[in-house]
């Protein structure tokens, strides 16, 4: 049985749209917006008079290096004389914002909301990443110098060493998110390489590879979401949000086990319980876990419960998370492949999975039948996880 929790109006995606992933994108952060904007109502068959509310995802303002980033994409999101509302969590704005849209109409409040998520990174000078330099603790962490890629390097090592995982293994999820993207028509970074085409890239911050990561993209996505009646209007094949989870986990990394993201696994329990499942390892066909780094996605799949702990890297060996495998993941190519837009990223997942569970993913099809999906989020200091829980 689904769980009412939150629950009046049971909740569906209509639409979605995605922009090409690109780096130094000649149109502005508003006409990213209104492109995928207008491709998610145009595949609902509505326009923007049909639409109620608007809720808009874009990461920290700095990364677009404006202020008032929600003010500013307002009208390119078509929020002119209409509610808007901006959310963000950092790399976990993705996620975040269709959970956002989620509330509006499970509680009455809207009955067709327009999602947009949107990032224009790359152009900013100096590099967007350079903004966390001032988020550490000025005491006990500032001293050291450190950056994202360096905590990022300490938690894939610790994930090396407690599950016993070599960076060659760890570097077939980059292989396999990388090829799935070579479906993709809006991919950025897709390839086809090899291991040790990974092992052999520039060293960032040992173990961490340049492979390894997801790049700097420019990019939004956008969904159409609506109550339960106005979607049974509109298709006849709609998408249903059976769950949504999110959480924030104590902020200092350095008081937590980083070989397991419990900020993600508490979100997903959430997520869950809500959708009425128990055994996700069982019960979920397809999942699109957040893969800024290839190691990000064997510990999230681990967090969403779809394998045990230290447990991923052996089954991604095995081909058991291919698209042709027993439970597919990143079948999109992920971050990994597609692309990096911070606050997008989250929402293209999403996306994603409509078109998995509409059966209208084209090369990206998962070969098995699919029913139930999940995606995640995660940003912050590595603390914020946001899940969502998709079924057809």
Same mark, same amino acid.
């Given at each position: 049985?689904?769980?009412?929790?939150?629950?009046?109006?049971?909740?569906?995606?209509?639409?979605?749209?995605?922009?090409?992933?690109?780096?130094?994108?000649?149109?502005?952060?508003?006409?990213?917006?209104w492109e995928a904007a207008k491709m998610?109502? @145009?595949?609902?068959?509505?326009? &923007?008079?049909?639409?109620?509310?608007?809720?808009?995802?874009?990461?920290?303002?700095?990364?677009?290096?404006?202020?008032?980033?929600?003010?500013? &994409?307002?009208?390119?999101?078509?929020? =002119?004389?209409?509610?808007?509302?901006?959310?963000?969590?950092?790399?976990?704005?993705?996620?975040?914002?269709?959970?956002?849209?989620?509330?509006?109409?499970?509680?009455?409040?809207?009955?067709?909301?327009?999602?947009?998520?949107?990032?224009?990174?790359?152009?900013a000078h100096p590099h967007p990443q350079?903004?966390?330099?001032?988020?550490?603790?000025?005491?006990?962490?500032? %001293?050291?110098? %450190?950056?994202?890629?360096?905590?990022?390097?300490?938690?894939?090592?610790?994930?090396?060493?407690?599950?016993?995982?070599?960076?060659?293994?760890?570097?077939?999820?980059?292989?396999?998110?990388?090829?799935?993207?070579?479906?993709?028509?809006?991919?950025?970074?897709?390839?086809?390489?090899?291991?040790? @085409?990974?092992?052999?890239?520039?060293?960032?911050?040992?173990?961490?590879?340049?492979? @390894?990561?997801?790049?700097?993209?420019?990019?939004?996505?956008?969904?159409?979401?609506?109550?339960?009646?106005?979607?049974?209007?509109?298709?006849?094949? %709609?998408?249903?949000?059976?769950?949504?989870?999110?959480?924030?986990?104590?902020?200092?990394?350095?008081?937590?086990?980083?070989?397991?993201?419990?900020?993600?696994?508490?979100?997903?329990?959430?997520?869950?319980?809500?959708?009425?499942?128990?055994?996700?390892?069982?019960?979920?066909?397809?999942?699109?876990?957040?893969?800024?780094?290839?190691?990000?996605?064997?510990?999230?799949?681990?967090?969403?419960? &779809?394998?045990?702990?230290?447990?991923?890297?052996?089954?991604?060996?095995?081909?058991?998370?291919?698209?042709?495998?027993?439970?597919?993941?990143?079948?999109?190519?992920?971050?990994?492949?597609?692309?990096?837009?911070?606050?997008?990223?989250?929402?293209?997942?999403?996306?994603?999975?409509?078109?998995?569970?509409?059966?209208?993913?084209?090369?990206?099809?998962?070969?098995?039948?699919?029913?139930?999906?999940?995606?995640?989020?995660?940003?912050?200091?590595?603390?914020?996880?946001?899940? =969502?829980?998709?079924?057809?």
């Open positions: 049985m689904r769980s009412n929790i939150f629950m009046k109006d049971r909740v569906a995606i209509v639409g979605a749209g995605l922009t090409t992933f690109m780096r130094r994108a000649l149109e502005t952060p508003r006409e990213l917006a998610a109502l @145009d595949s609902a068959g509505l326009t &923007l008079k049909d639409i109620d509310c608007v809720v808009i995802g874009s990461a920290p303002d700095t990364f677009d290096g404006m202020h008032f980033k929600g003010e500013y &994409l307002a009208d390119g999101s078509g929020a =002119i004389n209409k509610p808007m509302t901006r959310v963000y969590v950092g790399g976990g704005t993705g996620v975040f914002v269709p959970e956002s849209a989620y509330w509006h109409i499970a509680s009455g409040v809207c009955k067709k909301v327009l999602v947009i998520a949107e990032e224009k990174m790359s152009p350079y903004v966390f330099k001032y988020i550490w603790d000025p005491i006990i962490e500032r %001293p050291l110098g %450190p950056n994202l890629i360096w905590i990022f390097a300490m938690e894939m090592r610790r994930y090396m060493a407690k599950c016993g995982a070599k960076k060659e293994d760890i570097a077939l999820v980059s292989v396999k998110n990388k090829r799935n993207a070579l479906d993709h028509p809006a991919a950025l970074t897709a390839a086809n390489i090899t291991v040790d @085409d990974v092992l052999k890239s520039e060293t960032l911050v040992w173990p961490v590879n340049l492979l @390894d990561v997801s790049p700097v993209t420019d990019g939004a996505a956008a969904l159409v979401m609506t109550s339960e009646n106005v979607a049974r209007e509109i298709t006849d094949t %709609p998408v249903w949000v059976d769950g949504i989870g999110f959480t924030l986990e104590n902020q200092h990394w350095y008081n937590r086990e980083l070989a397991f993201p419990r900020y993600l696994n508490h979100a997903a329990r959430m997520a869950y319980k809500m959708a009425g499942i128990e055994r996700p390892w069982k019960e979920i066909d397809v999942a699109e876990p957040y893969d800024p780094f290839d190691y990000k996605e064997l510990h999230h799949i681990e967090g969403l419960m &779809l394998a045990r702990p230290c447990e991923a890297w052996k089954l991604v060996k095995e081909g058991y998370f291919n698209r042709d495998g027993e439970l597919p993941t990143s079948p999109s190519g992920g971050l990994l492949g597609v692309g990096n837009p911070i606050a997008a990223a989250g929402t293209m997942k999403v996306a994603e999975l409509f078109w998995q569970l509409r059966y209208e993913a084209g090369k990206r099809q998962v070969k098995k039948p699919v029913h139930k999906a999940v995606a995640n989020a995660w940003g912050d200091l590595m603390q914020a996880g946001t899940v =969502i829980v998709l079924s057809n």
